[in-house]
Nanobody
């Protein structure tokens, strides 16, 4: 499975950005898909994920501001980010979880896309 992320950039605080991730290859083997992020000097953290059935989960810090969606027919996942804050500045990584796992740990990673929120 290959994941191609796009959509990062520079935005002012309060603004919006939309990240997209396209999966290719053995996409039938994917269950969960979503986004992690890593800010400078910090550990990578889960931002949002969505299962093959459409169940979603979000980090507390982004609830109510970010929305994840998935198009299974097109093998894409999107992250709509609204009301962005400077603390949302990070490299965002698309990830996918293979079918059959007991946990939700990522099996596949896309390249990162940088999101910078200026104050």
């Amino acid at each position: 499975v290959q994941l191609q992320a796009s959509g990062g950039g520079l935005v002012q605080a309060g603004g919006s950005l939309r990240l997209s991730c396209a999966a290719s290859g053995s996409t039938f083997s994917i269950n969960g898909i979503g986004w992690y992020r890593q800010a400078p000097g910090k550990q990578r953290e889960l931002v949002a994920g969505i299962s093959s059935g459409g169940s979603t989960n979000y980090a507390d810090s982004v609830k109510g501001r970010f929305a994840i969606s998935r198009d299974n027919a097109k093998n894409t996942v999107a992250l709509q980010m609204n009301s962005l804050k400077p603390e949302d500045t990070a490299v965002y990584y698309c990830f996918a979880v293979a079918m059959g796992r007991d946990d939700d740990l990522p099996d596949y990673w896309g390249q990162g896309t940088l999101v910078t929120v200026s104050s």
